[in-house]
């Protein structure tokens, strides 16, 4: 059972989906979580301070993630950097396509609807960066740290090009009509989903950011 300072952050999220952050109220967010207002207001001291909780938890989550997908890695040897750092830039896309509030924490726009960040966007990437940094750079020669550091930096940064600005679906080529029936009609072959292109594209960037440094 959650405590009651994440299911008033669990009811402020639900609310924030549903409507614009000026439109949530404290009232009806206690309410949800099944507390009074006057515990929201002990616990967080006003609508500011759950915006900020919710926030940092929202991103705090996110960078759990990163950490769980650079220790997993993705198809590949278990000790292929490229392979483990793709993993955390699907997570990233996944998760910014999903959490309004991640997407703006790595952007910076933060719109109307949204409760105003603390950091800009330099701040989380920097984090993404630095947990890539933390789980390569163990067992590995320390002449080749500042080219593992340059790459992480390379890859937090096109993951953060791949939020701000998503790959488009794309098409496998038309096949060749067969010369012999000019009456039959191929069509084109069903285009890839839009969230499996962003991954396939974020992955492919990512992994030549690495394509220099050994393992």
Do not use: H
Request: aromatic content about 4%; some cysteine.
């Amino acid at each position: 059972m959650p405590s009651v300072r994440e299911a008033l952050l669990d009811a402020a999220y639900t609310a924030l989906l549903t409507r614009a952050w000026t439109a949530v109220r404290m009232v009806e967010v206690a309410a949800a979580a099944g507390v009074s207002r006057q515990t929201l207001y002990n616990e967080f001291g006003g609508k500011d301070g759950l915006a900020r909780a919710l926030v940092r938890r929202e991103t705090e989550t996110y960078l759990a993630g990163v950490d769980r997908a650079l220790a997993r890695g993705g198809a590949g040897p278990a000790d292929d950097a490229g392979a483990r750092v793709a993993a955390a830039a699907a997570w990233t896309l996944r998760t910014a396509r999903a959490n309004p509030l991640v997407r703006a924490a790595l952007t910076g726009c933060w719109g109307d609807r949204l409760p105003a960040g603390q950091d800009g966007p330099g701040e989380l990437v920097g984090r993404f960066r630095d947990r890539a940094v933390a789980a390569l750079a163990p067992g590995r020669p320390r002449e080749e740290l500042p080219a593992l550091d340059a790459a992480c930096e390379t890859a937090a940064r096109l993951t953060l090009s791949c939020v701000i600005a998503p790959a488009s679906a794309e098409r496998d080529p038309e096949p060749v009509r067969p010369p012999t029936d000019v009456r039959v009609s191929v069509p084109w072959r069903r285009a890839r989903r839009r969230p499996e292109a962003e991954t396939d594209a974020v992955s492919r960037l990512v992994r030549g950011a690495f394509a220099g440094l050994a393992g």
